[in-house]
Nanobody, 123 residues
Framework: QVQLVESGGGLVQTGGSLRLSCAAS????????GAWFRQAPGKEREFVAVLKWSGDLVYYAQPVKGRFTIARDNAKNTVYLQMNNLKPEDTAVYYCAAGITFPAMTKDAYRYWGQGTQVTVSS
């Protein structure tokens, strides 16, 4: 069993940056693939980024490629999402997830989820 808790969301202006954190407890996060998804109001939850256990393989959704960076610190049992050059269309609740398949981009592939953290980008 893995418990995930996200933090770092907030309100930022267009072009600003935020770093989200996802702290895991229970089993070691290093045993899992770590991913971020997001869900905007009235929309389906969509894939953002994923990285493999070792952190040396990553995959990003096209809308965030070049602006977002996913990374992990296994010693801290934490996965991060650095978000730069934020746009209003990035506004959503961001969720951390843990699974075993890389690179899985569908939410059904992930067994464990955090509660989400709100990111709002003002224009």
């Amino acid at each position: 069993q893995v418990q995930l808790v996200e933090s770092g969301g907030g309100l930022v202006q267009t072009g600003g940056s935020l770093r989200l954190s996802c702290a895991a407890s229970g089993r070691a996060f290093s045993n899992y693939v770590g991913a971020w998804f997001r869900q905007a109001p009235g929309k389906e939850r969509e894939f953002v980024a994923v990285l493999k256990w070792s952190g040396d393989l990553v995959y990003y959704a096209q809308p965030v490629k070049g602006r977002f960076t996913i990374a992990r610190d296994n010693a801290k049992n934490t996965v991060y999402l650095q978000m730069n050059n934020l746009k209003p269309e990035d506004t959503a609740v961001y969720y951390c997830a843990a699974g075993i398949t890389f690179p899985a981009m569908t939410k059904d592939a992930y067994r464990y989820w955090g509660q989400g953290t709100q990111v709002t980008v003002s224009s």
